[in-house]
C-alpha cells in the first residue's frame, strides 16, 4: 500500500487550494485524487464559453429529484468533473458574500469565522488587479481583475440602478456590498482562472505533490473510529493508499456527504437500510442543503446589439440589495445583467436582447442528499426543496417587479423592446397593492426558476445535533478526517460561492498545519 502525509479527495475550488499550500513544505507528501479529467478542454479557460460546458465530460451533470414547489421540475445542477472542479465551469465572479454571513457563523457556534478572521485569508488567495488595500491584496495565487471589454450595455445597467436610488458601488468586496457596479471576475489576460490554473499548474514540478485524475473514491478506510486512508478505483483498478497524518475531503456538496455516508459516518438509519456498516452516527450528514434560485426577466432589442466580447463572462453587471421582505441583515437579492438573451445559461445568439438575472441569495428553504444505492458510481439523491419555505417565492416576486423597474428606468431606452419573460401579460402590481403573492408571477417563477449553482451545507460546521464537523473542519468523533470545501458552511453566503470556498480552503490549510506542528512538537517533547 502507498503512502502519503495527506490524501486530499477532489481537486476543485477547495481541494486544489489545500494540495498547493500542504506542498509548500517539501517535507509533506499529498496525494490529490480527482474523479475527473485534467483541464485541457479548450473551452474551460475562455470566458464566453463557460455556458458550452455543462453537459459534457468536464461535468457531472447532476439532477434533483422532482422538485415539489417547482412543479415538480428536477433541476439540472452541473459540478465540476475536471482539475479544478466547479471553478474551471462556473461564471468566474469574485463575490465574497456579506460581512454578516461570517458574523453569523461565528454565532452559530464556529469560533474563528468571523468577517475578521475570515478577510485575511480572502487577501491571502487574491492578486488584486486594483492593488494591495485594507480589503484585498496582491501576492495570492488567484488573479482577480476588472471585465477586460465590457459590454456599453453592462454600463447602462448600473446607470439603470443609479437612477432608482441604489447606489453605484466600484467594490462589492470592499467597505459593503450593496449597490450596483461591474463584477470583478477571475480572469487573467482574458483566461479563466480557475483553482487548477491559480494553486496547481504552477506546482506540477513539485515532487511531493502527486495528483491522480480519472481516481473515483469509493470509500475512507478506518481502524476503529481512525481514518488511515481510502479506496479508489482508477482505469478499472481499484487501490488502496494510506494517509499517515489525514484525509481531507474535498469532494463538494454533493459528493462529500455522499463519500461519508457510503463509508458509514452519517443518520444509522439511512445506513442501515442500504447495509453499510455504521462507523458514526451523524445524522447532519446530507442534511441542511441551501442553494441560490434565480429567475430571469428578459427583453427583446429594438436594434442590432455590439457582440460579446470573447473574455466576457456574459453576466458583467450586477446589484446587490435588501428587498425588506426577510428578515435577513444581509441582502437578499443579487441581480446580474447580460446584454444577451438568456434561456438559463444558455444564449439565444440570433435574437438581440437584454437579460435581468435575480437571484434569491439568502433562502431559508433546506435540502438534503442522500444515498441512492451503496453503489459509489451511482448519484447521490439530491433534494432541493426549492421555496419551501414562502419568504422565498415573495422575496423572488420583489425581485421581479425591480428588475422590470430597472428595465424601464430609462436607461435602456435606445434599445428596450417588447418583453420576452414573464411577458407583459404577467403582472402584479394589483396582487402587490393587496399584499398577496401575485399568482401569475407566481406560477412563472415555479415554471422557470433555476439553480444559481451555489450549493453549501451539507457537512455543515457547527456543535449542534446536525453539524458534522467542529470549527476545525474535523469530522465528529473521527480522527484523522476533515471536511473542506462548501458543504461545511452553516449558511450560504450572500453572492457567488467560489471565492469562499477558496477561503475555507487557505483557512483549513493553516489548521491542517497547526495540527501538524502541534503533533510533531508533542513527538520530540
Given at each position: ?10 481537486a ?9 499550500r ?18 485541457t478542454?479548450?473551452e ?10 455543462s ?9 434533483t ?5 417547482l ?15 466547479s ?20 454565532a ?23 492593488g ?11 488573479t ?73 473514491v ?26 499517515n497524518?489525514?484525509v ?22 439511512h ?5 453499510i ?17 434565480l ?30 421582505t426577510?428578515?435577513e ?7 446580474l ?18 437579460t435581468?438575472v ?32 414562502e ?9 421581479i ?19 420576452a ?11 402587490i ?25 451539507t ?10 464537523v ?15 470545501d462548501a ?8 453572492g457567488?460561492t ?21 503533533a ?6
Open positions: 500500500m502507498s503512502q502519503y502525509d495527506y490524501v486530499v479527495i477532489g476543485g475550488s477547495a481541494g486544489a487550494v489545500i494540495a498547493n500542504l506542498t509548500e513544505d517539501p517535507k509533506t507528501t499529498v496525494l490529490l485524487l480527482e474523479a475527473g479529467t485534467p483541464d478542454k479548450p474551460i479557460q475562455i470566458p464566453v464559453d463557460w455556458p458550452t460546458l453537459g459534457t465530460e468536464v461535468d457531472w451533470a447532476y439532477f429529484e422532482e422538485e415539489p414547489y412543479n415538480n421540475r428536477k433541476i439540472f445542477h452541473p459540478r465540476g468533473k475536471v482539475l479544478g472542479g471553478s474551471s465551469l462556473n461564471a468566474m465572479i469574485y463575490i465574497r458574500g456579506n460581512a454578516h454571513n461570517y458574523e453569523r457563523w461565528q452559530l457556534g464556529n469560533p474563528g469565522w468571523n468577517y475578521s478572521d475570515v478577510l485575511p485569508y480572502f487577501k491571502k488567495s487574491e492578486n488584486q488587479q486594483r494591495s488595500s485594507e480589503f484585498h491584496g496582491i501576492d495570492g495565487p488567484l482577480v481583475t476588472d471585465p477586460l471589454a465590457p459590454h456599453p450595455l453592462s454600463y447602462c445597467f448600473v446607470d439603470a440602478a443609479s437612477k432608482l436610488g441604489y447606489n453605484r458601488n466600484p467594490d462589492f468586496n470592499g467597505v459593503q456590498q450593496e449597490g450596483a457596479g461591474l463584477y470583478q471576475l477571475t480572469v487573467k489576460e482574458g483566461r479563466r482562472q480557475s483553482t487548477a490554473v491559480a494553486y496547481l499548474h504552477p506546482i506540477l514540478d513539485r515532487p511531493n505533490l502527486t495528483i491522480q485524475t480519472g481516481a473515483l469509493s470509500r475512507i478506510l478506518f481502524e476503529g473510529r481512525r481514518t488511515f486512508g481510502v479506496a479508489y478505483t482508477q482505469n478499472g483498478t481499484q487501490y488502496h493508499v494510506r494517509a497524518q489525514e481531507i475531503l474535498s469532494a463538494g456538496v454533493f459528493d462529500s456527504p455522499k463519500l461519508l455516508m457510503l463509508s458509514g459516518i452519517g443518520s444509522a438509519e445506513l442501515h437500510a442500504l447495509d456498516p455504521v462507523i458514526a452516527d451523524l445524522p447532519g450528514v446530507g442534511q441542511n442543503l441551501q442553494d441560490h434560485l429567475v430571469a426577466v428578459g427583453y427583446l432589442s429594438t436594434q442590432e446589439q455590439q457582440a460579446i466580447a470573447p473574455t466576457s463572462n456574459i453576466v458583467e453587471a450586477g446589484l446587490f440589495l435588501h428587498s425588506g426577510s428578515n441583515v444581509a441582502p437578499d437579492l443579487q441581480f445583467f447580460s446584454p444577451a438573451l438568456l434561456d438559463s445559461s444558455t444564449l439565444a445568439h440570433d435574437v438581440p436582447g437584454i435581468l435575480v437571484s434569491l441569495i439568502n433562502p431559508q428553504s433546506r435540502g438534503t442528499v442522500t444515498l441512492q444505492s451503496a453503489n459509489p458510481a451511482a448519484p447521490p439523491a439530491i433534494q432541493a426543496n426549492y421555496l419551501q419555505h419568504t422565498d417565492l415573495q422575496v423572488l416576486v420583489e425581485g417587479t425591480i428588475a422590470r423597474q430597472l428595465a424601464h428606468s430609462g436607461a435602456f431606452d435606445d434599445f428596450l423592446g417588447e418583453e419573460a414573464p411577458g407583459s401579460d404577467v403582472t402584479s402590481d394589483e396582487a397593492a393587496r399584499s398577496a403573492v401575485p399568482e401569475a408571477i407566481a406560477a412563472y417563477i415555479r415554471q422557470t426558476a433555476n439553480t444559481f449553482w451555489h450549493p453549501v451545507g457537512c455543515k460546521m457547527g456543535n449542534d445535533s446536525l453539524a458534522v467542529d470549527a476545525q473542519l474535523r469530522v465528529h468523533g473521527i480522527e484523522g478526517l476533515r471536511v473542506v458543504s461545511v458552511m452553516p449558511t450560504i453566503p450572500s457567488n467560489n471565492a469562499p470556498t477558496i477561503m475555507i480552503a487557505e483557512k483549513a490549510a493553516d489548521l491542517i498545519k497547526a495540527t501538524a506542528h502541534s510533531n512538537h508533542s513527538q520530540q517533547v
